[in-house]
């Protein structure tokens, strides 16, 4: 297990925040006007760690299969700001290929920034290997990480049935438990997502259930919030009641 403590180069006022909210345009006109990507693809494998920083930065931006092989290369980089950005360029160029080396680096990087890329860009490969290694790490890392490996496997909706039923429990475990309010609610919103691809059954039952409970007796305004509305956008019949009950009643 991780601890946060651990992990001085994480600051804990911003270590919550989005996988690329931190990633600042490559220029000012960045939106208009793309890196070139014949030179960003020979950037890749130039010798200056910053050169190639900023060649995977731009694949953030860039959908080019060719550099996916290079990017998958620079997860293992002696640079932790090239693992990152590499995880982050992965994230937008995913592929099948690339989901053992993001697992491997996941198992053993140090650096809390490059496992929260990792674990954005294994829930964008949407494939069934991501499932476990997603799991354990919502269950064991550090709070970023958890964040995003919680998003991350709301992906699962888009891989199998198997894959959201393998999904659910580490959620509703991460809902229920988790100590950061904002892992919980993105644990709601995700168990929110994988609900909608379910039938009525007891998986299904079971995650309403988790979802009911957050939302009348989670300390957090914010997750009793974030709960309602996975409810709402499921639809289900006893969530809405109870919903409309308790505010009705004023508990809300």
């Known amino acids: ?24 345009p490559l220029t000012a006109e960045s939106e208009v006007a793309k890196p070139n990507p014949e030179v960003m693809l020979a950037l890749l494998e130039n010798p200056q760690p910053q050169q190639r920083m900023l060649a995977a930065r731009a694949f ?5 299969e060719r550099a996916t092989p290079l990017l998958i290369r620079l997860l293992t980089d002696s640079c932790p700001l090239v693992r990152v950005s590499a ?10 290929e690339a989901v053992e080396p993001l697992i491997a680096q996941l198992n053993q990087d ?14 964008n490969c949407r494939d069934r290997r991501c499932l476990a290694p997603l799991a354990d790490a919502l269950r064991t890392d550090i709070s970023a ?20 039923i393998g999904a659910i429990p580490p959620l509703i475990e991460a809902l229920v438990q988790d100590p950061i309010s904002a892992v919980r609610s993105n644990s709601a919103w995700a168990i929110g997502q994988l609900c909608k691809e379910l039938p009525s059954n007891i998986v299904y039952a079971t995650a309403i259930d988790a979802l009911i409970q957050a939302f009348a007796e989670d300390q957090d305004l914010g997750v009793r ?4 509305a996975a409810l ?7 969530g809405l009641q109870l919903i409309e009950t308790l505010e009705q009643e004023g508990w809300f």
């Open 1 to 24: 297990m991780y601890d946060d403590d651990d992990l001085s180069l994480l600051d804990p006022e911003v270590e919550l925040e989005s996988p690329l909210d931190k990633m600042e």
């Open 60 to 64: 953030c931006d860039l959908e080019d």
């Open 87 to 96: 995880a982050y360029g992965i994230g937008r160029n995913p592929s099948q």
């Open 110 to 123: 140090w650096n809390g920034y490059v496992r929260k890329g990792v674990v954005w860009a294994l829930g």
């Open 145 to 164: 990480v958890r964040l995003w490996s919680a998003s991350a496997l709301a992906q699962m909706a888009e891989v199998s049935y198997e894959a959201i």
């Open 225 to 228: 919030e974030d709960a309602k």
């Open 232 to 238: 709402l956008g499921v639809g289900d019949p006893r």
